[in-house]
Nanobody, 117 residues
Framework: QVQLVESGGGLVQPGGSLRLSCAAS????????MGWYRQTPGKQRELVAA???????DYADSVKGRFTISRDGAKNTVSLQMNSLKPEDTAVYYC???????????WGQGTQVTVSS
C-alpha cells in the first residue's frame, strides 16, 4: 500500500495562492490514480481534483479555473496549485491514491488550508 505525506498548507488571504504537495512512497506510482479531497467540520469529504495514471484530469466545478493538479512520475509526487483562493476553500485537504486495478485507496494525514483576512 502506498504511503502519502502532504505538505504546503497554511494561512493565506483571499485572492492569494498556495501549493500543496503529496509525496508517495513505494513503487509503481504510475498504477495509482491520484486526487485531492477536502473536508470541513460536519461535512462529507469532497473531491477537489483528480488525475489518472494516464494524465486525465477532473476538477470540482467550484475550483475550475483556479486550481491545477499535476503529477510527477519521476518524483512520485502530486501537486495542487491553488490560485484566487476564497474563504470557502478553507478546509483540511487530503491526498488520495487509488489503485487502478484493485480500487484500494490510501490517504494522507491531511493539511489545513485557511483562507482569511
Amino acid at each position: 500500500q502506498v504511503q502519502l505525506v502532504e505538505s504546503g498548507g497554511g494561512l493565506v488571504q483571499p485572492g492569494g495562492s498556495l501549493r500543496l504537495s503529496c509525496a508517495a512512497s513505494g513503487s509503481y506510482f504510475n498504477i495509482y490514480a491520484m486526487g485531492w479531497y477536502r473536508q470541513t467540520p460536519g461535512k462529507q469529504r469532497e473531491l477537489v481534483a483528480a488525475i489518472s495514471s494516464g494524465g486525465s484530469i477532473d476538477y470540482a466545478d467550484s475550483v475550475k479555473g483556479r486550481f491545477t493538479i499535476s503529477r510527477d512520475g519521476a518524483k512520485n509526487t502530486v501537486s495542487l496549485q491553488m490560485n484566487s483562493l476564497k474563504p470557502e476553500d478553507t478546509a483540511v485537504y487530503y491526498c488520495n491514491a487509488r489503485h487502478i486495478f484493485t480500487g484500494s485507496m490510501s490517504w494522507g494525514q491531511g493539511t489545513q488550508v485557511t483562507v482569511s483576512s
